[in-house]
């Protein structure tokens, strides 16, 4: 307001306020509703009738369950119906506060799932809880590598190759375990190539500044093509004595393997996934809850300003992609002494790189890149599972199922995900 004869001129408190701008990702509705189209597009041109049938328990719980019988048809068109409201509601909440909740797109997973299964079972039984440890287990190795990606990656180091660890613990594991015919050897081996080839990874990208994707492609060539001379120069014509690698037995938990469902998946385990469920609660804890995790993280965003409160940013970085290195080749054990499985050429069949999917698509954080890697186990397991039952869905599709998930993660069509700041940059101190 002016005193002087002027205009009084008043300014609205709204034109005061600074403006804020929403940034509206459609990629979350766009996925759900061109999977909703899918899924609708088959119940058309392929419909089914009948009962499905989910048997909840097995035979050793202390609770038996009964099965759960679903009709066909209608079952399956609930769930499309389900599945096109929570596309709405994810475009609703895009138009509405810029970006879709996860509960919704966790949901439409499950009700989506249950619908396929639904009719691509039409007659036929599935067994719960059988699908469900299947994926637990496909999904333990993508685990193990997950972490070993989210602690390099939070470091600052890309970890391309989580396949070569992964593969050299396989391989490592196998060879010691046959020789001295003692898992836990070969568990400790395959840590320790593990890390040999992280120290690999370290040595170029952190101490020379060579590009760090280069380097984890390099190695994975590497490590696949020594495997496999190896495999058949020394393992194959000494199978007997060098690749017939004892297993891990299951240990199950008294009480808590008896419960229904969760109990044979969770509890009637082998070591290593026991050992994965502390690795991935320590992880978790380290990195947001010490100091250990603090420096970490500082390293991977900020190098500049950690060095300059006195952490040694490449000296950090080069252990903990050790450590990384260490936790892949654990997770490398599961391809043989975790299921008592000879060594064969490039049997990890690309899990490192679902692996890393897992990474970005769990956003950098254990928990969320653990639950990523669980989505691609089931999608594993479910090809199986299908397969088994004998499912009209042709098995080329179901082969390639875990893989159309990984692309779609990676193309970012569940959200958009932003990588430590000095992610794959070498620190050059000035």
């Given at each position: 307001?002016?005193?002087?004869?002027?205009?009084?001129?008043?300014?609205?408190?709204?034109?005061?306020?600074?403006?804020?701008?929403?940034?509206?990702?459609?990629?979350?509705?766009?996925?759900?509703?061109?999977?909703?189209?899918?899924?609708?597009?088959?119940?058309?041109?392929?419909?089914?009738?009948?009962?499905?049938?989910?048997?909840?328990?097995t035979a050793a719980d202390a609770l038996q369950l009964p099965s759960i019988s679903a009709p066909v048809a209608a079952t399956a068109w609930?769930?499309?119906?389900?599945?096109?409201?929570?596309?709405?509601?994810?475009?609703?909440?895009?138009?509405?506060?810029?970006?879709?909740?996860?509960?919704?797109?966790?949901?439409?997973?499950?009700?989506?799932?249950?619908?396929?299964?639904?009719?691509?079972?039409?007659?036929?039984?599935?067994?719960?809880?059988?699908?469900?440890?299947?994926?637990?287990?496909?999904?333990?190795?993508?685990?193990?590598?997950?972490?070993?990606?989210?602690?390099?990656?939070?470091?600052?180091?890309?970890?391309?190759?989580?396949?070569?660890?992964?593969?050299?613990?396989?391989?490592?594991?196998?060879?010691?375990?046959?020789?001295?015919?003692?898992?836990?050897?070969?568990?400790?081996?395959?840590?320790?190539?593990?890390?040999?080839?992280?120290?690999?990874?370290?040595?170029?990208?952190?101490?020379?500044?060579?590009?760090?994707?280069?380097?984890?492609?390099?190695?994975?060539?590497?490590?696949?093509?020594?495997?496999?001379?190896?495999?058949?120069?020394?393992?194959?014509?000494?199978?007997?004595?060098?690749?017939?690698?004892?297993?891990?037995?299951?240990?199950?938990?008294?009480?808590?393997?008896?419960?229904?469902?969760?109990?044979?998946?969770?509890?009637?385990?082998?070591?290593?996934?026991?050992?994965?469920?502390?690795?991935?609660?320590?992880?978790?804890?380290?990195?947001?809850?010490?100091?250990?995790?603090?420096?970490?993280?500082?390293?991977?965003?900020?190098?500049?300003?950690?060095?300059?409160?006195?952490?040694?940013?490449?000296?950090?970085?080069?252990?903990?992609?050790?450590?990384?290195?260490?936790?892949?080749?654990?997770?490398?054990?599961?391809?043989?002494?975790?299921?008592?499985?000879?060594?064969?050429?490039?049997?990890?069949?690309?899990?490192?790189?679902?692996?890393?999917?897992?990474?970005?698509?769990?956003?950098?954080?254990?928990?969320k890149a653990t639950l990523a890697a669980l989505l691609f186990g089931f999608a594993s397991s479910l090809q199986n599972t299908l397969s088994?039952?004998?499912?009209?869905?042709?098995?080329?599709?179901?082969?390639?199922?875990?893989?159309?998930?990984?692309?779609?993660?990676?193309?970012?069509?569940?959200?958009?995900?932003?990588?430590?700041?000095?992610?794959?940059?070498?620190?050059?101190?000035?």
């Amino acid at each position: 307001m002016s005193l002087t004869g002027d205009a009084v001129v008043t300014t609205p408190p709204s034109a005061l306020a600074p403006e804020t701008t929403v940034i509206r990702s459609w990629k979350t509705p766009i996925a759900l509703a061109v999977f909703t189209v899918l899924f609708g597009i088959l119940l058309l041109a392929a419909p089914r009738s009948g009962m499905t049938t989910f048997q909840v328990s097995t035979a050793a719980d202390a609770l038996q369950l009964p099965s759960i019988s679903a009709p066909v048809a209608a079952t399956a068109w609930a769930c499309l119906i389900v599945c096109v409201l929570l596309a709405a509601a994810s475009a609703y909440f895009v138009h509405a506060f810029g970006r879709s909740p996860l509960w919704v797109v966790v949901v439409f997973i499950v009700v989506l799932v249950i619908g396929f299964l639904t009719w691509a079972a039409a007659g036929g039984t599935i067994p719960v809880a059988g699908l469900l440890a299947g994926a637990l287990g496909l999904a333990i190795p993508l685990i193990y590598g997950a972490l070993a990606g989210v602690i390099g990656e939070r470091a600052g180091v890309v970890n391309i190759a989580i396949e070569g660890q992964l593969l050299a613990g396989a391989f490592t594991a196998a060879l010691v375990a046959s020789v001295t015919r003692q898992p836990i050897a070969g568990l400790l081996a395959a840590a320790i190539a593990g890390m040999l080839v992280a120290f690999v990874l370290a040595a170029f990208a952190i101490k020379y500044y060579v590009d760090q994707v280069i380097v984890g492609v390099v190695l994975n060539v590497l490590v696949a093509g020594l495997t496999s001379f190896l495999f058949s120069q020394v393992l194959q014509p000494n199978a007997g004595t060098l690749n017939n690698p004892p297993r891990f037995e299951r240990l199950p938990i008294p009480v808590l393997s008896e419960i229904p469902v969760i109990g044979p998946v969770l509890f009637r385990q082998t070591i290593l996934v026991y050992l994965m469920y502390i690795a991935v609660a320590l992880v978790w804890f380290g990195m947001f809850k010490t100091r250990w995790g603090l420096r970490l993280r500082a390293v991977g965003e900020h190098p500049q300003a950690a060095d300059t409160v006195g952490i040694k940013v490449n000296a950090t970085r080069f252990w903990n992609v050790l450590l990384a290195g260490a936790i892949a080749g654990v997770g490398g054990t599961v391809f043989t002494i975790g299921n008592g499985i000879a060594f064969n050429k490039e049997m990890t069949a690309g899990a490192g790189f679902i692996a890393l999917a897992a990474v970005i698509f769990g956003q950098w954080d254990p928990i969320k890149a653990t639950l990523a890697a669980l989505l691609f186990g089931f999608a594993s397991s479910l090809q199986n599972t299908l397969s088994v039952i004998g499912s009209p869905v042709p098995s080329e599709f179901m082969l390639m199922l875990p893989y159309l998930v990984t692309i779609f993660v990676v193309a970012g069509v569940v959200g958009k995900s932003r990588a430590p700041a000095a992610d794959g940059v070498p620190y050059i101190k000035e």
